[in-house]
């Protein structure tokens, strides 16, 4: 079964920077896209950035500017470099993936991570 694990969050101070990682792993497939999300308490989960196979990249206005998103094809894992974050970024991140679980199926679905707590001192 294809998981997606995060990792990076923790807390940091006003203008400081976090690299968040997520890797996809559990079997084989094939990653069309990947996105990070961030839900901050009593809202919905709101897109930060994305990415597509062809690099094709969006971004929240929020955080144009400050954060990047990449992705590894060979090591199967999409980053989030966030810089000169604000207090106002505080919020469990989430990444996820429309993929191919070729064991399972011949056609994208999509999933998640179980997300990563992001904590930004005032």
């Known amino acids: 079964q294809v998981q997606l694990v995060e990792s990076g969050g923790g807390l940091v101070q006003i203008g400081g920077s976090l690299r968040l990682a997520c890797v996809a792993s559990?079997?084989?497939?094939?990653?069309?896209?990947t996105g990070w999300y961030r839900q901050r308490p009593g809202a919905q989960r709101e897109l930060v950035a994305e990415?597509?196979?062809?690099?094709?990249?969006i971004y929240a206005d929020s955080v144009k500017g400050r954060f990047t998103i990449s992705m590894n094809d060979a090591k199967n894992t999409v980053y989030l470099q966030m810089d000169a974050l604000k207090p106002d970024d505080t919020a469990v991140y989430y990444c996820?993936?429309?993929?191919?679980?070729?064991?399972?199926?011949?056609?994208?679905?999509?999933?998640w991570g179980q997300g990563t707590q992001v904590t930004v001192s005032s």
């Open positions: 996820n993936a429309d993929l191919i679980d070729w064991a399972r199926a011949t056609q994208a679905s999509t999933y």
């Open positions: 559990g079997g084989v497939f094939s990653i069309h896209r």
């Open positions: 990415i597509t196979r062809a690099d094709t990249t």
